[in-house]
C-alpha cells in the first residue's frame, strides 16, 4: 500500500471521529445518509469487506472488567479468527502480549472504577492488540495517547511505529 502515518487535526466537536467512523465501515447507524464509494488501491470495497480490511481503535472502548488481558484477547481472536484452530489463536495471542508489552499484566483483570486493574495505558495497548489480531492492513485511531502519561505515550508510539514498519497503514 505504500502508507505514511497521516494525522487528523481539529476543534473538539468538528467531526473527527464520526469521520474516522465513517472511513473504518463503522458508521452503522448512519449508514443511509451516507453516500460515495470506499476504494483501496482504486479497487472499490463493500462496507463488510472495509470492516475487514481497516481497524478502528476508538478513543475509549468498554472491557470486560472481569476477564484478564488474556481471556479478553482469547475471546476477541475466538470472534475475529474462527477459521484458525484454537492453538493458533492461542500462539497469536501470546505473540500479541508480547508485541504489545503486556507479559506482566497479562493474568490480570482488566478492571474498571470498582475492580481495581489495568492503567489507561495498559488497556489502550489491549485495544490496539485486541484490534491487530484480525491482521488489518490499515488502522484509524482516536486519539491514541488521550490520557496517557509520557511513558505510556512513548510505549505506544513505538508500538504504532513497529506496526508501520511492519506493513501495516497507521
Known amino acids: 500500500l505504500g502508507l ?11 467531526g473527527k471521529s464520526t469521520l474516522l467512523s465513517a472511513l473504518s465501515g463503522h458508521l452503522a447507524s448512519h449508514r ?15 462496507s463488510r469487506q472495509l470492516r475487514l480490511f481497516v481497524a478502528l481503535v476508538p478513543q475509549t472502548q468498554p472491557f470486560p472488567s472481569t476477564s484478564t488481558v488474556r481471556e ?4 476477541f481472536a475466538t470472534l475475529r479468527l474462527p477459521q484458525f484452530t484454537p492453538q493458533q489463536r492461542r500462539d497469536l495471542v ?19 472504577e470498582l475492580i481495581r486493574g489495568l492503567s489507561g495505558g495498559e488497556k489502550r495497548r489491549v485495544a490496539l492488540a485486541a ?12 486519539e491514541p495517547l488521550s490520557g496517557l502519561d509520557s511513558c505510556n505515550a512513548r510505549t505506544a508510539l513505538k508500538v504504532l511505529t513497529d506496526l508501520s514498519r511492519q506493513g501495516v497503514g497507521i
Open 32 to 46: 443511509k445518509r451516507l453516500q460515495g464509494e470506499f476504494r483501496i488501491n482504486d479497487t472499490p470495497l463493500s
Open 131 to 142: 484490534e491487530c489480531l484480525a491482521r488489518p492492513r490499515i488502522m484509524l485511531h482516536d
Open 94 to 112: 501470546s505473540h500479541m502480549v508480547h508485541t504489545f508489552q503486556l507479559n506482566s499484566v497479562a493474568n490480570t483483570m482488566i478492571g474498571d
Open 72 to 75: 479478553h484477547l482469547h475471546f
Open 4 to 14: 505514511m502515518p497521516t494525522a487528523l487535526v481539529g476543534r473538539s466537536g468538528s
